[in-house]
């Protein structure tokens, strides 16, 4: 496994949630492509897509500017081969993108509850939800925990449904001691500036299937066969050149990236456990999950204060502590408004949306980061 360096951090700087990866490699592969006077969907790209396939051993990766856009042209794909179905059944707790882009597919999205524990869907509600309408289950692995693939994939298999899995915060992760990205239909990734592999803005699809990554590149770049020559309404979803620099440049050091995000989760659980009032996301082996966010939670009933209030203290004195999400999609106001979803539809994701927070784990986080991060918490929870 090749090892990342540690990026310097200047004194006095808060302890950061997330630390965008920059490396001399990387600037100076920035520069060349700017000079090769090639900045889109070229030669960077195409070597992007092939370390990916590689990485992850899938057939086909596909790079795109955004991993809401690839969630939304993989169910473009499987709307253009399956156009009478129209309903994806996802989770609520989740970033909104998961929903929106089944919206501008065209399709509506069916929520499930999740699991109290993995604050994953919860697998054995799916099969209610299913109908003549569903086009695809859709899985989030939240904050970098696999979904319950196996079960997602049985009642898939079983009912002929493809799974688009919204493997955005997941990449790294491992399920069966495989690479997320190798088990569903399809699995899309965000590469966004704060993920644990970054392109500042972007993303990626990952499928098995030659048809729909075929379509997928359609949608990419306008419904475009050939230059000038369009056979489907696309968009304009390319990657740029510098992007995929950037995203080359992390690679080969993401599995260590990955470990230094576990150990440091694992440190910070370890020293927090004994305090009462804090849980954590059940997670059953450390080693599948990408950890690109730490996610704790807070039983207010046994705390002196407020899971808000804990929050807003810890980022008071220097710790960047955060909350996603305080809201599950289904009450956010445009989906409640838009599809009649009310206060109680999904209880489970209503409590830990209440209860749920994050902590920092980047990988360039120093042991004295780690303590200052404990010592607020303690002090915070007396
Ligand atoms: C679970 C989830 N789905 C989808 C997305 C959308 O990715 P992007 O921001 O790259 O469009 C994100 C990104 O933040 C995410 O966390």
Redesign the pocket.
């Known amino acids: 496994m090749k090892k990342a360096k540690i990026q310097e951090k200047k004194t006095n700087e808060s302890v950061k949630i997330a630390s965008p990866y920059n490396s001399i490699r990387i600037e100076k592969d920035v520069i060349s492509v700017l000079r090769s006077r090639r900045l889109v969907q070229g030669k960077k790209v195409e070597e992007f897509e092939r370390s990916l396939s590689e990485y992850i051993g899938c057939k086909n990766t596909i790079c795109l500017n ?4 690839a ?1 939304h042209t993989a169910f473009l794909a499987l709307k253009t081969l399956r156009a009478e179905k129209s309903e994806v059944i996802t989770t609520p707790l ?2 909104a ?2 929903a929106n882009a089944v919206i501008h597919a065209g399709c509506k999205p069916v929520f499930v509850d999740i699991d109290e524990d993995t604050f994953n869907i919860n697998p054995s509600l799916i099969e209610d939800k299913i109908n003549e309408r569903t086009l695809a289950l859709e899985p ?1 692995d ?1 904050y970098g925990l696999p979904s319950d693939l196996r079960e997602i994939r049985r009642i898939a298999s079983s009912k002929k449904i493809p799974v688009v899995e ?1 493997a ?2 997941a990449i790294g992760a491992t399920y069966a001691g495989k690479k997320i990205g190798s088990f569903s239909t399809l699995s899309c990734f ?3 500036a704060t993920k644990n592999l970054h392109t500042a ?3 990626f699809v990952t499928t098995d299937d030659d048809e729909l990554a075929r379509l997928i590149r359609l949608f990419r770049n306008q419904g475009q066969v050939s230059r000038y020559n369009q056979t489907v309404l696309g968009y304009n979803f390319r990657m740029i050149e510098i992007c995929a620099a950037i995203g080359l440049g992390q690679l080969p050091i993401l599995d260590d990236l990955n470990r230094r995000r576990r150990e440091n989760a694992q440190y910070l659980m370890e020293k927090l456990m004994k305090i009462d009032s804090i849980g954590f996301q059940s997670v059953s082996d450390p080693k599948s999950h990408a950890w690109y966010m730490f996610a704790l939670t807070l039983d207010e009933s046994k705390a002196s204060i407020t899971r808000d209030s804990l929050v807003a203290k810890l980022k008071e004195k220097g710790v960047e502590a955060d909350v996603a999400w305080p809201t599950p999609i289904h009450l956010q106001p445009y989906f409640s408004e838009t599809f009649g979803f009310r206060r109680g539809d999904f209880p489970i994701a209503e409590k830990v949306c209440k209860k749920v927070f994050q902590l920092p784990i980047q990988p360039f986080l120093t042991r004295k980061d780690l303590n200052r991060i404990i010592e607020v918490v303690r002090e915070s929870l007396p």
């Not at 955004?66 to 856009?69: D, I, N």
Request: aromatic residues 10%.
């Open positions: 955004s991993g809401t856009a969630l989740s970033f993108a998961t989030v939240i919204d955005a915060e965000s590469t966004y803005e972007g993303g």
